[in-house]
């Protein structure tokens, strides 16, 4: 048998070892800035370099121990134990990274959206007029006109239908605080361009722009239910947002005020109504000044109905309860003159109270 170049051989199963170290190390260093599948990619080739390295380092050592008593390098042979370590070493943290990179995005998906963001972030933006045409594509002509008009509804169009951006900036809490304050300021035509159902249809946006969009008559001013399609818009608007129900603003006759349900709650111009109340079915207004809503209030024994009556101009609030002897099954109450007057039910009868209206 002839004796192996011992130099040539190690000179040869080095270079895998040594290269799949260095750039290894270096990889290693570049994976706390990548994310997704660039980090898997870097720790695939780094895990590759090194095993491969590893492999050579491998059959040199074994070569090495053979042969020892022919070379005599002993030095050699703790050189190529050395390196054989800082290969398995180095292999064992690739896998590592390899195996992080991996189960990471399949948890969570951080890493990918990371790297979307990343990638979009690092693309020169879109022409001012290709990003306009997107955001206002579903937007009809009649809206448009509409919204040159409006500023609370611009206001209301961006915060509702880029709702997520706003919640991904604001979170949820803070992003429901200030749409509720837009909404305080809104007419109804602002709610149907910003894509609301309305009272004609609750599920789907306005079908007749061309109609709803234009100015009032005179003569709706006392009207307290309006159904499109008419100008000025219907009284009731419904905007859907996820699978929950629905946030609804009820416009008072004249369009003066405008109360706002949401999740049990209920705000007239921004005002919370009765916030020790849970409203389930939101309320109604009985012309351009009253609301009334059904309210419940839980107290240590039982559940408490009430009839909640809301003053607009004067920005007060009457929670009415039943007595002992007043039977309330679908209380409701209505203007008759200079007073309102409770009754027990809707189906007509003698009210129970009356209450005098201050001028």
Not at 340 to 350: F, H, K, N, S, W
Request: contains cysteine.
């Amino acid at each position: 048998m002839s004796q192996p170049s011992s130099s040539a051989g190690l000179a040869v199963l080095t270079l895998p070892l040594v290269a799949g170290i260095v750039v290894g190390a270096l990889l290693m260093l570049r994976l706390r800035g990548a994310h997704g599948r660039v980090a898997g990619t870097l720790t695939q080739l780094t895990a590759a370099l090194v095993l491969l390295g590893t492999a050579g380092f491998a059959i040199a050592a074994i070569k090495e121990v053979l042969f020892a008593s022919v070379t005599g390098d002993y030095l050699s042979d703790a050189g190529v134990l050395a390196l054989a370590l800082v290969a398995v070493g180095m292999t064992i943290l690739g896998l590592s990274a390899l195996e992080r990179s991996q189960a990471v995005p399949k948890r969570n998906g951080a890493w990918d959206r990371e790297d979307r963001i990343a990638r979009a972030l690092g693309r020169p933006p879109e022409p001012a007029d290709v990003r306009a045409a997107l955001k206002w594509r579903y937007l009809d002509e009649p809206w448009r006109a509409w919204l040159r008009r409006s500023g609370a509804g611009v206001d209301l169009f961006n915060r509702w239908v880029e709702s997520s951006e706003h919640v991904a900036l604001l979170g949820e809490e803070a992003y429901r605080e200030q749409l509720l304050q837009s909404l305080s300021r809104v007419a109804p035509r602002d709610c149907a361009a910003a894509g609301f159902g309305c009272t004609r249809r609750s599920d789907r946006s306005c079908r007749e722009p061309e109609i709803c969009a234009q100015n009032p008559s005179a003569d709706t001013g006392e009207t307290v239910h309006r159904e499109g399609p008419l100008p000025g818009g219907c009284d009731h608007y419904y905007g859907w947002r996820g699978d929950g129900d629905p946030l609804q603003v009820y416009f008072s006759a004249g369009s003066r005020h405008r109360a706002v349900a949401w999740d049990g709650r209920i705000w007239i111009d921004g005002d919370p109504l009765a916030e020790d109340h849970a409203f389930a079915y939101g309320g109604d207004w009985l012309d351009d000044r009253f609301f009334m809503a059904l309210g419940q209030k839980r107290d240590e024994f039982m559940t408490i109905s009430s009839v909640v009556v809301h003053d607009a101009d004067r920005r007060s609030t009457v929670i009415l309860v039943p007595t002992v002897e007043e039977t309330w099954t679908q209380p409701t109450v209505v203007r008759d003159g200079g007073v309102l007057l409770v009754y027990p039910d809707r189906m007509g009868g003698a009210p129970d109270r009356t209450l005098p209206i201050d001028p």
